[in-house]
T-cell receptor, first 113, second 118 residues
Framework: GQQLNQSPQSMFIQEGEDVSMNCTSSSIFNTWLWYKQDPGEGPVLLIALYKAGELTSNGRLTAQFGITRKDSFLNISASIPSDVGIYFC?????????????FGTGTLLAVQP | GAVVSQHPSWVICKSGTSVKIECRSLDFQATTMFWYRQFPKQSLMLMAT?????????EQGVEKDKFLINHASLTLSTLTVTSAHPEDSSFYIC??????????????FGPGTRLTVL
């Protein structure tokens, strides 16, 4: 089925560093969302984007909906140990059901204190 | 608000037995509930979408007779894995939305159920 490609697959950084990850698709999406999943838990919504070009922040997190509607990025500034987890992008594809989410492949983030 | 719970959080069963997983919206009425499966180190893959009082819509490749979904009320959906086999071992996650606010309204995810089939 349709899938979103995330990069990088994993990141190992020092506390205090900034992090950037992105998500791409070969087709257009109507929304882009970013989730964080802790081990053994369900994903939690971090940021939701609904318009091409939209740039939204949530604390130390910033995400943008790409102009082409085929990509999105998530930045985390001044990382802290509790940022550790798997980050997933997700979205509603153009022409798809408005309640059906497609998830990305995930980015594993490890933060060393 | 918008809390979704799952029960059990983990289950171990013998091959050939059936396992039922519950998904509840605790503080809202969920017009639609979704079931996902996640294998280790992989992404969430949608299995099926269910609306209260109607039959679930299954994604391509998901056997409806093996993964029985019942959405009997606006706060409860169940997934039954019938005649489970080791390859069904996975992390099963449900989500729910209220159906309000127009298109793309937020899905709230449960904490997941870890199924291990021996």
């Amino acid at each position: 089925g349709q899938q979103l490609n995330q990069s990088p697959q994993s990141m190992f950084i020092q506390e205090g560093e900034d992090v950037s990850m992105n998500c791409t698709s070969s087709s257009i999406f109507n929304t882009w969302l970013w989730y964080k999943q802790d081990p053994g838990e369900g994903p939690v919504l971090l940021i939701a984007l609904y318009k091409a070009g939209e740039l939204t922040s949530n604390g130390r997190l910033t995400a943008q909906f790409g102009i082409t509607r085929k990509d999105s990025f998530l930045n985390i500034s001044a990382s802290i140990p509790s940022d550790v987890g798997i980050y997933f992008c997700a979205g509603h594809p153009y022409g798809g059901a408005t309640n059906k989410l497609i998830f990305g492949t995930g980015t594993l983030l490890a933060v060393q204190p | 608000g918008a809390v979704v719970s799952q029960h059990p959080s983990w289950v171990i069963c013998k091959s050939g037995t059936s396992v039922k997983i519950e998904c509840r919206s605790l503080d809202f009425q969920a017009t639609t509930m979704f079931w996902y499966r996640q294998f280790p180190k992989q992404s969430l893959m949608l299995m099926a979408t269910s609306n209260e009082g109607s039959k679930a819509t299954y994604e391509q490749g998901v056997e409806k007779d093996k993964f029985l979904i019942n959405h009997a009320s606006l706060t409860l959906s169940t997934l039954t894995v019938t005649s489970a086999h080791p390859e069904d071992s996975s992390f099963y996650i449900c989500s729910a939305n209220t159906g309000e606010g127009g298109d793309y309204n937020e899905q709230f995810f449960g904490p997941g159920t870890r199924l291990t089939v021996l």
